[in-house]
């Protein structure tokens, strides 16, 4: 099983940048697809961009598609979310998963880790 911490979260202006880590225990994490899913208040959890398991293919949300950027790190067991022109309503509690598969985004092993919280003021 794969164990997940989210970071690198914090209060941006709109247009502003941040960049969240998912920091991975275990062996078994270039085993996995890995995703970004996020939060809103009053909102269920949606899909943000998934990355596959060690050939570089993602894809985006079309709400995030040219800002976001995913990428992952096997050798360090860590996954980013570079985000940029970030705007009031990317404001969530942003988390990661492991993944069944690329094209299945639902979490691997059934459990959330606590996230990271992005607040994006106008």
């Known amino acids: 099983q794969v164990q997940l911490v989210e970071s690198g979260g914090g209060l941006v202006q709109a247009g502003g940048s941040l960049r969240l880590s998912c920091a991975a225990s275990?062996?078994?994490?270039?085993?996995?697809?890995m995703g970004w899913f996020r939060q809103a208040p009053g909102k269920e959890r949606e899909f943000v961009a998934v990355?596959?398991?060690?050939?570089?293919?993602?894809y985006y949300a079309e709400s995030v598609k040219g800002r976001f950027t995913i990428s992952r790190d096997n050798a360090k067991n860590t996954m980013y979310l570079q985000m940029n022109s970030l705007k009031p309503e990317d404001t969530a509690v942003y988390y990661c998963?492991?993944?069944?598969?690329?094209?299945?985004?639902?979490?691997?092993?059934?459990?959330w880790g606590q996230g990271t919280q992005v607040t994006v003021s106008s």
């Open positions: 998963n492991a993944l069944r598969g690329y094209t299945d985004l639902r979490p691997a092993f059934g459990s």
């Open positions: 275990g062996r078994a994490f270039s085993s996995y697809a």
């Open positions: 990355i596959s398991r060690n050939d570089g293919s993602f």
